[in-house]
């Protein structure tokens, strides 16, 4: 079961489904059947859910089937928006989804950017366990971060030196991503980022851009 806040034309609503992923064909056509073709998700945590919402969780909960089902847990916008913090919103999945023109070769040639965007999932002990970018998969983020604040997802961009910068959460910038062999078997996506850099591994471990 996933709870999600759905950003939509009139504001966010709460939802309770047993789709497996909010980017599921089914779920989206849920949503169309209640009049949202347009929004902007965000998976929440159930726990955050039950916690906030006390019995209210239950009866919705006991209502959902076991498979395939979608529940409308608040439609007060500002209930729901001001129920949980940032920090609490997982990364955001669009429909329709972005989709960006490839940029001209002048373009190119006239801007490098000084990094990529990659946006990674992490096991409780640091370690990236699926990635937007497929080598990087197997990493782990260092200096290590505490397990009790450690984020399970985030997205960032890494510089020239490894290092990285523009976190989200935050907590990310100015560690490094050190090699600690591939993930077996590997749960990472294929390659969906483009990256500028031509990321290795040097002597230390880290990766650093070629």
Same mark, same amino acid.
């Given at each position: 079961?996933?709870?999600?806040?759905?950003?939509?034309?009139?504001? *966010?609503? #709460?939802?309770?489904?047993?789709?497996?992923?909010?980017?599921?064909? $089914?779920?989206?056509?849920? =949503?169309?059947?209640?009049?949202? /073709?347009?929004?902007?998700?965000?998976?929440?945590?159930?726990?955050?859910?039950?916690? @906030?919402?006390?019995?209210?969780?239950?009866?919705?909960?006991?209502?959902?089937?076991?498979?395939?089902? =979608?529940?409308?847990?608040?439609?007060?916008?500002?209930?729901?928006?001001? /129920?949980?913090?940032?920090? $609490?919103?997982?990364?955001?999945?669009? &429909? !329709?989804?972005?989709?960006?023109?490839?940029?001209?070769?002048?373009?190119?040639?006239?801007?490098? !950017?000084?990094?990529?965007w990659l946006f990674v999932k992490?096991?409780?002990?640091? @370690?990236?366990?699926?990635?937007?970018?497929?080598?990087?998969?197997? /990493?782990?983020?260092? *200096?290590?971060?505490?397990?009790?604040?450690?984020?399970?997802?985030?997205?960032?961009?890494?510089?020239?030196?490894?290092?990285?910068?523009?976190?989200? !959460? *935050?907590?990310?910038?100015?560690?490094? =991503?050190?090699?600690?062999?591939?993930?077996?078997?590997? #749960?990472?996506?294929?390659?969906?980022?483009? *990256?500028?850099?031509? &990321?290795?591994?040097?002597?230390?471990?880290?990766w650093t851009c070629v």
């Amino acid at each position: 079961m996933k709870s999600a806040m759905i950003f939509t034309g009139s504001g *966010p609503i #709460l939802v309770l489904t047993t789709f497996d992923s909010l980017e599921s064909p $089914e779920f989206v056509k849920r =949503l169309e059947a209640r009049g949202i /073709s347009k929004f902007i998700a965000h998976e929440v945590s159930l726990e955050q859910v039950r916690k @906030n919402y006390g019995t209210r969780f239950s009866v919705v909960t006991g209502d959902l089937s076991q498979t395939d089902d =979608l529940r409308v847990m608040d439609i007060d916008g500002h209930h729901v928006f001001n /129920s949980f913090s940032f920090d $609490e919103l997982g990364m955001p999945i669009y &429909w !329709p989804a972005v989709r960006h023109e490839p940029a001209k070769e002048q373009e190119v040639a006239e801007e490098v !950017p000084e990094g990529d965007w990659l946006f990674v999932k992490l096991d409780e002990y640091g @370690n990236v366990v699926e990635s937007s970018y497929l080598p990087v998969v197997g /990493s782990r983020i260092v *200096p290590t971060i505490d397990p009790a604040s450690a984020p399970r997802q985030g997205r960032f961009e890494i510089d020239r030196q490894g290092v990285i910068f523009n976190g989200s !959460p *935050p907590i990310f910038n100015g560690r490094k =991503l050190t090699l600690r062999g591939r993930v077996s078997p590997a #749960l990472g996506r294929t390659d969906t980022a483009a *990256p500028t850099c031509t &990321w290795q591994s040097n002597e230390e471990g880290s990766w650093t851009c070629v």
